[in-house]
């Protein structure tokens, strides 16, 4: 969403894809990959216009976003047409509203508490991240945070 509404705001199309079909014909794909149980081919990574990350790829070491994407506001009607063509599917509206119902975002990053099951092991610190001006959307009722540890930093 933050992508999406970086690009947008530089006057860029963009089209959310849900699939890999068609790639080579748009100027520039983001993959992002939360999951390391989640499949790409290594084929579609090499393609010369695709540009990836996540944790799913690059595990504890992903790459951050640039500074300017990190900290624009979110696209929150990027997945609309997904969310319609689900309902359209006869999937109930209210399985679909994390994408509907809520700002989301991070009030802090990092932890240091290096548990077991968490990918989130870089760093030793939590940090402030963003206000939550930066992602709060004021139509939307609820906000969820994302945050790996929230208490862990002292404010």
Avoid: W
Wanted: aromatic share 12%.
């Amino acid at each position: 969403m933050k992508l999406s509404g970086y690009h947008k705001a530089r006057g860029d199309e963009v089209t959310l894809k849900t699939d890999y079909d068609n790639l080579q014909d748009f100027d520039k794909v983001y993959i992002a990959k939360v999951f390391t149980k989640t499949k790409v081919d290594d084929k579609i990574l090499m393609l010369s216009n695709i540009q990836y990350g996540g944790t799913g790829i690059f595990y504890d070491n992903a790459p951050s976003l640039p500074v300017e994407v990190e900290h624009c506001a979110p696209d929150y009607s990027l997945y609309d047409g997904y969310v319609q063509a689900q309902v359209d599917k006869g999937m109930k509206s209210s399985a679909l509203k994390c994408f509907t119902d809520y700002s989301i975002g991070f009030l802090t990053r990092d932890c240091f508490r290096k548990c077991g099951f968490c990918v989130n092991k870089k760093y030793d610190y939590c940090a402030i991240h963003s206000p939550l001006e930066e992602f709060y959307d004021s139509r939307r009722k609820k906000i969820m945070l994302l945050d790996d540890n929230i208490l862990a930093h002292s404010e």
